[in-house]
């Protein structure tokens, strides 16, 4: 991938942000304020309100995250009968949280925590002899230990059984993730994908573009049970996340196949 591309990419992933939406139609507000233009402040206040309000709720940040993780329901496995069924169990990082003020090391995220686990627990029911951690630094303008390595070291403190563990460092993103394995395995190698249930159809995309027999593993899922009575239509900051990171798989998923990558 360029760097031109990863920066164009960067830019429209900050700009599809609900928060940024939010930003910019209160800095138009005060703008329109300023100007004295009374009717285009209350559409932009309006605008404002009704975007935070809306994305903010169950059951649009539910469904959002469940027209992406309903396409690959979760797996379970209990054993294999055909032991090594997969060339490699590939695990995708999902960011590190980077020492500094009262943090004393590199930690993992909930996100590549709970992937790394997935993971683990497949190479424990034997599906194979290899297990990738994939991820760079996704954050050029800091230095730090690339995600897969972090992920190694928390593997190594929760114990790993007799299979062997690979890291692959330079990808910054999901397209360089699956470039990157593809460099590693052999051509139609078949591998379980490790990765959380809402960024699974993006990667799943992108690793099948490469050429390789990719199942999907995910994890992590977020479309459970909605609250109920008027719970359900107060606003809260979970669901504005999780309607946050779905519209952002759903518009990196749009660029991606938009530029031929996936």
């Known amino acids: 991938m360029s760097s031109a ?45 009704l975007v935070a309000y809306l994305l903010s709720i169950p059951p649009v940040g539910w469904t959002l995250a469940y027209s992406l993780e309903r396409r690959y329901p979760l797996k ?3 054993g ?31 996100e590549s925590l709970e992937r790394l686990l997935c993971a683990r627990e497949l190479m424990l029911q034997g599906v194979s002899s290899m297990m990738i951690l994939s991820g760079g630094n996704a954050n050029p303008d800091q230095i730090g230990t690339p995600v897969s390595l972090v992920m190694e070291k928390a593997l190594k403190s929760l114990g790993a059984g007799n299979w062997t563990v690979m890291t692959e460092t330079d990808s910054r993103t999901t397209y360089e993730n699956a470039a ?20 699974m159809p993006r990667a799943m995309a992108l690793f099948q573009q490469q050429g390789l027999d990719v199942n999907a593993f995910p994890c992590g899922f977020t479309a459970g049970l909605l609250p109920t ?11 504005l996340r999780q309607s946050t990171l779905a519209i952002s798989e759903w518009i990196g998923l749009f660029v991606y196949r938009l530029s031929g990558y996936a």
Request: aromatic share 12%.
């Open 80 to 110: 294999t009968n055909e032991p090594f069924s997969y060339d490699a169990v590939v695990v995708l990082g999902g960011g590190v949280s980077r020492k500094g003020g009262l943090r004393s090391e590199d930690r993992l995220t909930h």
């Open 180 to 199: 990157e394995i593809k460099k590693r395995l052999r051509p139609q190698s078949r591998i379980a994908l490790v990765t959380s249930a809402l960024h």
């Open 76 to 78: 379970v496995v209990h």
């Open 5 to 49: 591309f990863y920066a164009l990419y960067k830019i429209v992933k900050f700009l599809i942000y609900p928060l940024t939406w939010m930003i910019v139609l209160l800095s138009l507000a005060l703008f329109w304020s300023w100007r004295r233009n009374q009717l285009r402040l209350r559409i932009s206040v309006a605008l404002a309100l």
């Open 229 to 239: 009575g008027m719970m359900r239509f107060m606003p809260d900051v979970g669901y």
